[in-house]
């Protein structure tokens, strides 16, 4: 309905629609009143519902619009065909006449997630709030599981970040950033307890403080995936469970998430899929790839609802998180680690098609996925990973379109013990990019690139690193 509310019916795939409407008869506010089957309102809010997430279970609440009760199962009624009614919504995870599962939950029950440790940092420039340069927004989870939050009110000063942790509750995996319609980011992260997706969104755009986290549910395995629409600003959640792809979008601009929904309606296309997707944006749609159980890769497009028939960029070994970088015209280069750990590359042809072979990016064997980015200013490819040796190495093209690549090259410091992020922000010099790591002590690091000119990321031994450290301060534990 797009206002976070739906109608739950029948759907005829021949037409596309519901057919019938789950109803609170007669529009009734009093508990016990009889669940009805009733041709779908346009104004009536007899017939829409909400999804409320029960905490600590991936299990919902359905609740009714009109009269705020819940959904429910007549009480001590468990035969098939028992009837349903709406009632005073339980407050205890116990209460279970009115819990409801929904795709891709397979179980009413909590599955603990493993703990994770060395998870990256993400990192995002948001919207300005009366101020002529976004902050940024920096996001991680430590190896406690607790969920940190950082802003950077300033882009051209580490100094100006204040780090927030949202409540107590256990993460893991890396978290996610999104900016909705109206400006105001979005942070997603996966609780440990039971796999459900939390999310919190700024209380105002630009805005250093977030509302309270809610539970989306999901129940997931593996770390989700965010794109937002680019024609309406709408988010949208994508997530790997047993091989499929399923996507949470937002019921429209800047309102609430909904129920979990497989991929255009059914189970075809991304199917037998490992690790998470990437997502990217495009002039109307979404692009989407993912890595397959057979080391290939699929892709996708995503709009208003749909998925496009996927295709096979093939690959072998293919392994890790997938980078791509979307240029000028909307072609993509996608970036990926091959079994020796070498990254590979491929990009699209003028007409959109993709080639068949996978060119290698140098010869340098990386212990972790790649990060790549376009830089605003040359207009050339950067790429960064990390190293069997806890280094980061980075390698630029050495023009822009060239698919050819310069020299990989260390950059020392101390060891690094996550993956690196790259992206791009604007400060009060113009546009620039870098990347974000934190090293075996926890403390977490920007590294900005340098104007150094110059083919590739060659340079002689004794000159200037192309990347300059930043220390940022370490949030309270």
């Known amino acids: 309905m797009n206002d976070g509310t739906y109608h739950i019916g029948r759907f005829n795939p021949a037409t596309r629609v519901i057919d019938g409407c789950v109803t609170v008869k007669n529009n009734l506010m009093t508990a016990n009143t009889p669940i009805v089957h ?232 991304f199917t037998g899929i490992v690790g998470t997707p990437t997502v990217v944006a495009l002039r109307d749609s979404l692009r989407i790839f993912a890595i397959t159980t057979a080391g290939t890769m699929l892709t996708a497009t995503y709009e208003d609802g749909t998925m496009s028939s996927t295709v096979n960029l093939g690959g072998s070994g293919l392994n890790g998180n997938v980078s791509a970088v979307v240029y000028p015209g909307y072609w993509v280069r996608v970036f990926s680690r091959g079994a020796d750990g070498v990254i590979v590359s491929k990009a699209q042809k003028d007409d959109g098609t993709w080639p068949a072979e996978w060119s290698p990016v140098g010869d340098f064997a990386a212990a972790g996925p790649p990060s790549a980015v376009l830089d605003p200013v040359r207009g050339r490819t950067g790429v960064v990973a990390r190293g069997a040796d806890d280094q980061i190495h980075a390698v630029f093209e050495t023009g822009q379109l060239s698919g050819e690549w310069g020299s990989w090259q260390t950059i020392a410091s101390r060891p690094i013990v996550t993956d690196p992020t790259a992206f791009s922000w604007t400060g009060s010099g113009g546009q620039t990019w870098g990347y974000v790591v934190r090293d075996n002590n926890s403390q977490p690091l920007l590294y900005s690139v340098n104007d150094i000119g110059g083919a590739g990321l060659r340079v002689a031994a004794g000159r200037q690193s192309p990347f300059t450290m930043h220390a940022l301060p370490v949030p309270p534990k």
């Open 38 to 269: 009733h041709p779908c309102t346009a104004a009536g809010t007899n017939d829409q519902w909400r999804f409320r997430s029960v905490p600590g279970k991936p299990t919902f609440r359905i609740v009714a619009e009109s009269s705020r009760l819940c959904l429910s199962i007549a009480p001590d009624n468990t035969q098939n065909n028992a009837p349903l009614i709406q009632k005073t919504c339980g407050t205890s995870a116990t209460d279970l006449t009115d819990q409801f599962t929904y795709p891709p939950t397979a179980s009413p029950n909590a599955v603990p997630q493993p703990a994770t440790r060395n998870q990256a940092i993400v990192a995002m420039q948001g919207s300005a709030n009366d101020t002529a340069l976004a902050p940024l927004t920096y996001s991680y989870t430590d190896d406690l599981g607790s969920l940190k939050i950082g802003h950077q009110s300033n882009p051209d000063s580490v100094m100006s970040l204040q780090w927030s942790t949202p409540n107590g509750e256990r993460y893991v995996g890396e978290p996610r950033l999104g900016v909705q319609g109206d400006g105001k980011m979005e942070v997603i992260a996966r609780n440990q307890a039971d796999g459900d997706l939390w999310l919190g969104t700024q209380t105002a755009k630009g805005a250093a403080t977030f509302g309270a986290f809610e539970d989306v549910g999901g129940a997931l395995p593996a770390q989700p995936a965010i794109g937002r629409m680019p024609t309406n600003g709408q988010l949208v959640v994508f997530c790997n469970l047993n091989g499929r792809l399923w996507q949470l979008p937002q019921d429209g601009k800047n309102v609430p998430y909904g129920a979990w929904r497989a991929s255009d309606g059914s189970l075809i296309g």
